[in-house]
């Protein structure tokens, strides 16, 4: 089992691009998630999906759309890219929601 | 409103160096608390969950416990590759039930 699995690991944008971030999971999980990181800050919850075919805005949302593929993917999209969006983007799954999260690797995302 | 504070934010440990991390939470239910560590580059990994005042889980040198107001991460005689961030979290009551994250604890151990 893969567990948890983003794509791109890195990343680099100019303002004002666009780009999606990919997040699969292998362990039939039902709710999904997307937090960003930033130094001082802690993991902020932008959106996620309680179920397939349902998905919330968290903390963060502003600047961000989901679409939550089917039961294994979830997608982060940026329309157009902020230097504020400079981040590194963190996805987890759960087999329910408030269950135990389990996190993928991470994309390293720069806006300049 | 819920809500996470860790502390200390850093702490620096020497080898074999028993201490205490602390994670107070405010929420209107408790239905879980969370320990993850996070490796500098790496996505938080999941190492406990507790669910009463009372209840105390363990592994290896780590030591989870929790009370009605706070969990404590109990680290006896500590080794460099203890050293990461330390984070805890709750489930939200507004989101959803999706997890909030204190801003963590890096610890530092030395030899």
């Known amino acids: 089992n893969a567990g948890v699995t983003q794509t791109p690991k890195f990343q680099v944008l100019k303002t004002g691009q666009s780009m999606t971030l990919q997040c699969a999971q292998d362990m039939n999980h039902n709710s999904m998630y997307w937090y960003r990181q930033d130094p001082g800050m802690g993991l902020r919850l932008i959106y996620y999906?309680?179920?397939?075919?349902?998905?919330d805005k968290g903390e963060v949302p502003n600047g961000y759309n989901v679409s939550r593929l089917n039961k294994r993917e979830f997608s982060l999209r940026l329309e157009s890219a902020a230097p504020s969006q400079t981040s590194v983007y963190f996805c987890?799954?759960?087999?329910?929601?408030?269950?135990?999260?389990?996190f993928g690797p991470g994309t390293r995302l720069t806006v300049l | 409103e819920d809500q996470v504070t860790q502390s200390p934010e850093a702490l620096r440990l020497q080898e074999g160096e028993s201490s205490s991390l602390n994670c107070s939470y405010t929420?209107?239910?408790?239905?879980?608390l969370f320990w993850y560590r996070q490796d500098p580059g790496k996505g938080p990994e999941f190492l406990f969950t507790?669910?009463?005042a009372g209840e105390e889980k363990e592994k290896e040198r780590l030591k989870a416990t929790l009370t009605k107001k706070e969990s404590f991460l109990h680290i006896t005689a500590p080794k460099p590759e203890d050293s990461a961030t330390y984070l805890c979290a709750v489930p939200a009551n507004q989101a959803g039930t999706a997890l909030i994250f204190g801003k963590g604890t890096t610890l530092s151990v030395s030899s």
């Open positions: 987890a799954s759960s087999e329910y929601g408030g269950g135990t999260q389990y």
């Open positions: 507790l669910y009463s």
């Open positions: 929420v209107s239910v408790l239905r879980g």
């Open positions: 999906s309680a179920s397939e075919g349902t998905t």
